[in-house]
């Protein structure tokens, strides 16, 4: 539960760690390569015009014209400035390096036993794990790693996936049903399984698992895109407005030099924004995989920030696992205690957690300790199908708690003859949602036990914060649909859906998809498959089949049904991140224009210096400043860039109101004062 | 400033707001194909055309076909006005025996008429006959104005369809908007222009004796009606070179103020269409909160620059409390002025009644920004309309993202698609302007069209290119324009200023259509709010005027900094 109780990330890596930190500027200097970034427009144009300057400093250096220590200085920081853009991307690759390179551990070391014939587990040969082929036939035995991904045809086993849950607690799989999936990777801890490949080497789960990290197969995904879309476009208009500037000013007689005209456009073309595109977008995955979730397309963590709608599985999401005893119910003339009494005996070889809570319910509300029976030789009947009973035989004494109906036709009632203190009791219970249990002893019935589906506390909260977002939240059971009404009104979800079948999420997630909506849900099982891939965001367990986990687009490696609230959180997380810092990269094109034009035509109009609000000491000084804050100003928000603008779970207008504030006018601001902090130490220092 | 100036403003504009919203419920009505008051007079009129034209009115058009629609029918409109003006002398209606318009010019004048820029390079009652009046200009500013709204209603139907992928018939379109909108309301003004003393006759000119004994000839001729439609339209195509500055077109302080309501009428009352034909009025009222609010800024800007005059005038004696008076007819004042450039630039309408040459350099360059920012506050009629959604389109990409989910703008997602057509729109305005105006300010074939030196020459040239490109037509006097290198390169500006402009967002409109609409939830960007406003104002002064802001320094700015330290040009 801890996800639902702490919403805070698990610890990251340190922002700063030391090793991270030195690979990434390694990695940084080699993304310099114009053909890798030739992809991000905004900082190859930076690029190009830094090798541009360089040139027009060396060759003023050779003919001893022009001013080459201010040349050379707007040189460098342009050269900073793309630095930058790829150490920001490099920093955030660099954290999932670490722990693709553990993965890729557990992948060289392991060796298969391929089996000649399936049946015939003697005969097998030792093969690399790269060279297994789909449909082959390994035996793992325990201590051995599992070669590759695939279904357990044969075979029970316990397996360590610490490899990628970090879950040290092994699990079991077996052949047939809902956990017949083996991960390549994983570890036999006990027993033997045989196991049928599934994925060809390079394609499976751990070879993704490996890429996602590492961001090697990172495509750009369709908000990323169209934003990178506005960063040309607006590249473009002010490659026009700077170049077109060259003959304006030719009016005037001005000659402007191409160094100022170059720093005029890299100052105003949303370098900030386009130097931290992607690192964002590889924190987005990344948060996600500390999570414990692997997504199989960035497209799958954006499509979970728009989520409209969340289907949740009733049981372990929004109740717990178990129904729970609330309240003993006794007919007339039946002391509450002696009813407590009997149930606690009938209850006490039952180790479900119903007959557990029976116990416990017992001993909170009526001080009943378990009595110690071993002398007694009591009879205990065990739960069957057939009967819908169970119970003990102790002293003569025979009783028996079940289903209502059975414990009826054991007394020898019809429904209707039930006394009506009985049938009010059942009928109050079903009712609020519960399940009545019957008691009876000895042909004499004794009253009803509350079974209550227990709401997970907080859970109505987290559904109340989801509402302000505007989701919705749809709760599906299989219960019937006065249970699930009840159970829906007290955990305070928008819809139910009451006696589920996977066809029927099928059919209500086309019906909310038709209405434009986009819809998350989470499944384990092969049933779920479709309603999976149907979904826009469909989270696998990975304690569940195959098919379950070929069909969603995310696999939680926690198995935690609560962590839909989570995913939508972080997709919405990285789309704010995005939006925030492209208003602040736009909003502080003002203050640039204010410190870079009066220095422009200082020369020809010296009154213009009327625009030089910033009071900078001199052009050359104010030009260098506003190229210094732009670059510096990406290191800066490196930290945000990676950990997320905080999210907030409140509705819309709220998140602008806030974030247009710290943003947008942050955005105004901020270079006004950076700038002029900026002029004051170049003017300390006689940089220029 | 005077507060019988401001009271002046306050009135005109809130006669305005009131007359648009039921104009607006009206038009919404009409495109919708509803019953108005007007139906049994007009229906059978309309069905008649389109059993002429073979149109099969309930037939709606795929944004490509609707575009191709457009496209053709303005090619056969350019076509059609080349002819008349280059044959004019032949054809009938001609009392003054005008010659035919030279090709550069009639080039230039075909498409400033067919773009809805009305951009003059001619003196109108020394160049045009009265059938070419008549005939030609005349029915290109009735033609381009409901094509402009056309368009406009394609774009609006985008956010209405969901999941269908047709914005609309463009000839049924092009028939209603004529018929229903502007043809009754040019009648009614016509004749509201009429009782002003504007005139209405088909004789060429009069003698007459002045007081001091001198003989002038004044010209005449189908005033009235030109004036409605001209202003309406957001035409802004003067009859006489003079413009609405001239005692024929706008004798009176009355009909002044019905100049200024008639050509804001429509766009205005077009953007509560809109509200009302996406199904949420209040988007309607936040667009045009968001285009009166920088329209307003604009009015005080210019208001306080001319009212403050000019430390030069007071330096020769002039009463500064007179404000700057130069190039202002005295019927009108300051005020009414201020209104007039501010509105006529923020409309792409064009029409003056002052010359904006002799504005203050400060006053001067709120309209040069006014149509830089993309004709949007509110525009042309139409083309205000979709250069406004393009712009909420980019407000709400920009800042939608903050909200965490994918932007969407009326229930359609604005994706990678809808991003490049929008910026490939955007580009065409900093493309034309700054991009011709950057040659221009160094060729000397075009420098010596320039009447001022320094940097008003350098706002003329702007002026006119950013005129051209936001379909404006307005003049910074000054320019001799009728050049062949002005006629053709401004008539290339105009082109693209309206049509490479219109494809990429019709294109855009397309693909919304095609689109299921979201439905609204606590998590949707509002898009009608208070904040929405302010952001749409932010992104549209930092996304359409930013990017001038260098070219502004080297024009107005420097000129405004200079004359304040006592410097003219």
Sequence with gaps: ?688 | MTVTGWLQIVLVLSVVILLAYPLGLYMARVFKGEHTFLSPLLRPVETGFYRLAGVRPDQEQGWLAYTLAMLTFSLFGFLSLYLILRVQAYLPYNPQGFDNVPPDLAFNTAISFLTNTNWQAYGGETTMSHFTQMAGLAVHNFLSAATGIALALAVTRAFMHSGLATLGNFWVDLTRTTLYVLLPLSILLAIAFLATGVPQTLAGSVDVTTLEGAKQTIALGPIASQEAIKQLGTNGGGFMNANSAHPLENPTAISNYLQIIAMLLVSSALVMTFGEMVGRRRQGYALLAAMFTLLIAGVALTYWAEANGTPVLAAAGVDPAGGNMEGKEVRFGTAMSALFAAVTTGLSCGAVNAMHASLTPLGGLVPLLLIQLGEVLPGGVGSGLYGMVVFAILAVFVAGLMVGRTPEFLGKKIEAREMKLAMLAVLILPFAILGFSAVAAVLPAALSSLANAGPHGLSEILYAYSSAAGNNGSAFAGLSANTPWFNTTLGIAMALGRFAYVVPVMAIAGSLAAKTRVPVSAGTFPTDTPLFVGLLVGVILILGGLQFFPALALGPIVEQVLMVAGKTF
């Design chain 1, 1 to 688: 539960m801890s996800a639902l109780s702490n919403s805070a990330s698990p610890a990251p890596p340190s922002l700063f760690d030391g090793r991270i930190l030195i690979s990434a500027l390694r990695d940084a200097v080699l993304k310099l390569n114009p053909l890798q970034l030739v992809r991000n427009p905004v900082i190859f144009v930076t690029e190009v015009v830094a090798a541009l300057v360089t040139i027009l400093w060396v060759r003023e250096l050779a003919t001893g014209g022009g001013n080459p220590g201010f040349s050379g200085q707007i040189a460098a920081w342009l050269w900073f400035t793309v630095l930058f853009a790829t150490f920001a991307e490099a920093v955030a690759e660099g954290r999932g390096k670490a722990q693709a390179d553990a993965l890729r551990k557990t992948r060289s070391e392991a060796v298969a036993k391929r089996l000649r014939t399936p049946a015939d587990h003697a005969s097998f040969a030792r093969i690399a794990a790269s060279e297994l082929k789909l449909g082959d036939h390994v035996l793992v035995e325990a201590g051995d790693l599992i070669p590759g991904d695939g279904e357990i045809v044969e075979g029970l086993a316990s397996v360590n996936e610490s490899a990628i849950t970090g879950e040290s607690a092994p699990v079991i799989r077996e052949s047939g049903g809902d956990r017949s999936a083996v991960t390549g990777g994983t570890m036999v801890i006990s027993d033997w399984i045989v196991v049928k490949i599934t994925a060809a080497p390079g394609s499976t789960f751990i070879d993704r698992m490996i890429a996602l990290v590492e961001g090697a197969e990172r495509q750009k995904t369709p908000n990323e895109l169209a934003l990178s879309i506005l960063l040309s476009g607006m590249t473009l208009i002010f490659l026009i407005a700077v170049v077109t500037l060259y003959g304006l000013a030719g009016y005037s007689q001005t000659v402007l030099s191409v160094v100022v005209l170059v720093a005029l456009l890299v100052t105003l073309i949303p370098t900030t924004i386009g130097g931290l595109l992607s690192a964002i977008g590889i924190a987005g995955m990344d948060r996600l995989i500390r999570f414990n979730v692997i997504a199989t397309s960035g497209r799958a963590v954006e499509a979970a920030g728009d989520v409209d709608t969340l289907l949740l599985d009733k049981t372990g999401t929004i109740t717990f696992g178990n129904r729970m005893a609330s309240e003993f119910l006794p007919v007339p003339g039946v002391a509450a205690a002696e009813l407590a009494n009997a149930v606690l005996l009938a209850s006490l070889a039952d180790e479900t957690a119903e007959g557990r809570s029976i116990v416990a319910l017992a001993a909170s509300d009526y001080g009943l300790k378990e009595p110690d029976l071993g002398a007694k030789n009591p009879t205990f009947i065990p739960f069957a199908a057939q009967t819908r009973l169970s119970g003990i035989d102790i002293e003569g004494r025979s009783i028996r708690k079940g289903a209502i109906d059975s414990i009826l036709k054991l007394v020898g009632l019809a429904a209707s003859e039930a006394p009506p203190a009985f049938r009010q009791a059942v009928e109050r219970v079903a009712r609020t949602g519960g399940t009545p249990l019957g008691v009876c002893e000895n042909g004499r019935l004794l009253g009803v036990v509350h079974l209550k589906d227990v709401v997970k506390p907080g859970i109505k909260e987290r559904f109340a914060e989801l509402r302000a977002m505007g989701i919705r939240t749809v709760m599906v059971t299989g219960d019937n649909p006065i249970t699930a009404a009840a159970i829906a009104s007290e955990a305070g979800v928008d819809d139910f859906l009451a006696e589920a079948t996977p066809e029927d999420k099928l059919a209500y997630i086309r019906k909310e998809q038709q209405g434009g909506r986009l819809i998350a849900m989470c499944g384990d099982g092969t049933n779920d498959a479709p309603a999976l891939a149907q979904a826009d965001v469909g989270v696998a367990m990975q304690t569940g089949t195959q098919a379950a986990r070929e069909a969603g687009n995310m696999v939680d490696l926690d198995s935690s049904p609560t962590k839909l609230i989570e995913i939508v959180g972080i997709g919405k997380q990285l789309l704010m991140t995005r939006g925030s810092l492209t208003t602040f990269s736009i909003a502080n094109d003002v203050a640039k224009y204010f410190a870079i034009l009066p220095a422009l035509f200082i020369a020809t109009y010296p009154e213009l210096d009327a625009l030089n609000v910033m009071r900078l000491a001199s052009p050359q000084s104010a030009i260098l400043s506003a190229v210094i804050f732009n670059a510096l100003v990406i290191v800066a928000l490196i930290p945000l860039a990676l950990k997320g603008v905080p999210y907030r779970p409140v509705g819309a207008s709220a998140l602008l109101r806030r974030n247009l504030l710290i943003y947008g006018l942050g955005g105004l601001v901020a270079p006004f004062i950076g700038i002029k902090i900026i002029d004051l130490a170049v003017s300390a220092l006689r940089l220029a």
